[in-house]
C-alpha cells in the first residue's frame, strides 16, 4: 500500500523519526498535492513491496504521543530505496518496446527568413491590361 511507504518515508524526513499523527497527516497532504513526481516515485517504491504492514513488521511504533519509524523500519526504507539507482524503473526489455525512434519531419512549416513575393491588390472591378509576353 503506497500510503505506508508514504509513512515511512515521512517519518524518516523527522530527525528524531517522531511525528505526532496531525504533522503526520499535514505532512503527507503537502506531498500528495506536491505533483505527479512524489506520487509517481511513492507508487514505484510501493509496487516493490505491495504486502506490507508497517505495523506488523515493526517498521513503526505508535503510541499516545504519536509515530516513530524504528531502525527495522530505516533498514526497510533504505533497502527499499537502493533497488534501483535514482528510484528510476527499470528499462523494458528490447522484445517488448514497439516504439520506433524515427527522423523528425516538418510538413507545413514557413520560416521566417524566407521572403515571400509581394501581392498586388487592385481595386475592385479593374482588369490587368492585356499581356501578350504571358
Known sequence: MSIQVAILKVLASHGSGRATLESLKH????????????????????????????FGNGYVLRDAEGWEITLAGRAFLHALEAVTQDNLPPEPPPETSTHVQGALIVVGHRFKNRTRPQIVRREPGRRRPFSEHR
Request: neutral net charge; without cysteine.
Open 27 to 54: 505532512d503527507l497532504a503537502i506531498l500528495a498535492s506536491s505533483g505527479a513526481d512524489w506520487q509517481a516515485r511513492i507508487k514505484r517504491l510501493a509496487s516493490r513491496v505491495p504486502d506490507i504492514d508497517i
